[in-house]
């Protein structure tokens, strides 16, 4: 396992206070200046500075009304965490993490899970039982999280990006096939926003050349394809728990296996590689991934919720078509899954143009929007560690990234909330169009949260 440090001169800057929406200062997130975006992009090639996604619009009255995401969580998951505090079991040497971990057994059928600290980690520990290393090339998504190439990257192999089938959010199996060299030695497939892959495919093509599938499933939790669920199809899966996903441990993630031969393999991975007889002896580098027990406690109370939230995203889905159907010249909907339960609801206009001002409309009503990811062949990370990935020419995934954004798409949202975003959204293209008055107030989920606790 070779985990290698940060290259000097690879955007890592001193992080600087960048401004929430809200007003309060992002500890995570900064740049070498966001204070000018233009010395921000400075000196990147024209490819990428080409593509690079307008400044994020702010709330006209300085606070979302409707946020993209909002975190779900029981009264159960809160009391649990009453009772680790209580008691002591914080840390994840305490029962938490077995009970959520049993539960993920149960809810995926599989024999191995291992709840983690983040999605990233976990990805980093499937690809190191993978035993990727210098010289592996490893298919991704482009239009995906940059956690799933930062794996790969830290585990000492190469991403190779993959682009998405047309119409899609995902690469298919000959969009795969296109990218693959006698060094691929694993298959990373996203089922993006919640909406399923061509797994069935991918399984047979991974098979056929003898390559580890790992399925990242950070956004599709619950998420089925002919009937069965995502993440137990390939030889790995793994998800997050952030506080945007389907489920919440604050921060978290877990890893699944079908094959419970790896059950030893990853709990010494996520672990330091500590060796159960020898305590502070370490037979191989490992990095150290595991959750912490209120993460865990909060969890565990919400994998019982998974097909209820699906169901509700269903319901959600169903709102937006509905409500958009009368622009549907002017925007396309994101494809349906199997049972259009996406993680979030994301739409595709004509241009870039378009685009951009579409969601400055919806920013002005206070109503907060996504841009699809941006590439990764395109980053900026990539071209200043020394890679000219920016040369490959993807072009559903490029396209994508100009063209499309996405709504607020939550456990919270009723009907005439979506009602309502979508009229603001005709109104941007059809002026006569009457808006029905706002039905919320900034900060409304506080109240429909705890509403749901009783």
Not at 17 to 31: D, K, N, R, V, W
Not at 169 to 191: D, M, Q, R, S
Not at 287 to 299: C, F
Not at 311 to 316: A, D, E, L, Q, S
Request: aromatic share 8%.
């Amino acid at each position: 396992v070779v985990l290698r440090p940060l290259p000097s001169g690879c955007g890592f800057c001193a992080m600087t206070e960048t401004m929430q929406a809200g007003g309060t200062p992002h500890l995570y997130i900064g740049s070498s200046d966001m204070a000018d975006q233009k010395n921000v992009l400075e000196g990147l090639p024209a490819r990428i500075t080409d593509s690079c996604p307008m400044v994020e619009p702010k709330p006209t009255g300085g606070v979302w009304t409707y946020r993209v995401a909002e975190p779900f969580y029981t009264k159960q998951g809160m009391e649990n965490v009453q009772e680790a505090l209580a008691e002591g079991m914080i840390s994840s040497a305490a029962g938490w993490a077995g009970k959520l971990s049993e539960a993920l057994m149960k809810y995926y059928q599989v024999p191995v899970a291992f709840p983690t600290c983040n999605g990233m980690t976990a990805l980093m520990v499937a690809l190191c039982a993978a035993r990727i290393g210098p010289g592996d090339q490893v298919l991704v998504p482009s239009v995906t999280m940059v956690a799933v190439s930062n794996a790969v990257i830290f585990c000492g192999g190469v991403p190779v990006f993959c682009d998405n089938e047309k119409g899609g959010l995902n690469p298919g199996v000959a969009e795969y096939k296109a990218k693959a060299t006698p060094k691929t030695k694993c298959l990373i497939t996203c089922h993006t926003y919640g909406v399923g892959a061509d797994i069935v495919g991918i399984v047979e093509l991974c098979k056929a050349n003898g390559w580890i599938l790992v399925e990242d499933i950070c956004e599709a939790i619950g998420t089925k394809v002919n009937g069965q669920l995502v993440g137990t199809f390939g030889d790995m899966a793994c998800a997050s728990m952030y506080a945007n996903k389907l489920i919440t441990a604050g921060d978290g993630g877990f890893i699944i296996a079908r094959d419970a031969r790896l059950h030893d393999r990853l709990k010494s991975l996520l672990n330091h590689g500590f060796d159960p007889k020898y305590h502070f002896m370490h037979f191989e580098h490992a990095p150290n991934a595991k959750i912490n027990g209120l993460g865990a406690a909060l969890a565990v109370a919400s994998v019982a919720e998974i097909d209820n939230l699906t169901v509700h995203r269903t319901k959600v889905a169903g709102w937006y078509r509905h409500g958009l159907a009368a622009v549907a010249d002017k925007i396309t909907c994101m494809p349906p899954g199997e049972h259009d339960a996406p993680w979030v609801f994301g739409v595709e206009l004509p241009d870039r143009k378009m685009r951009d001002e579409l969601r400055e409309h919806f920013a002005a009503n206070d109503i907060e929007t996504r841009n699809y990811f941006f590439p990764l062949h395109l980053q900026p990370s990539s071209y200043l560690c020394g890679s000219r990935s920016y040369d490959i020419i993807l072009p559903v995934s490029e396209d994508q990234a100009r063209t499309s954004f996405y709504l607020p798409t939550h456990a919270y949202l009723e009907q005439s909330d979506v009602e309502y975003i979508c009229a603001v959204g005709r109104k941007f293209f059809n002026p006569d169009e009457t808006v029905p008055a706002c039905p919320r107030v900034a900060g409304w989920t506080k109240d429909a949260r705890t509403n749901s606790f009783k």
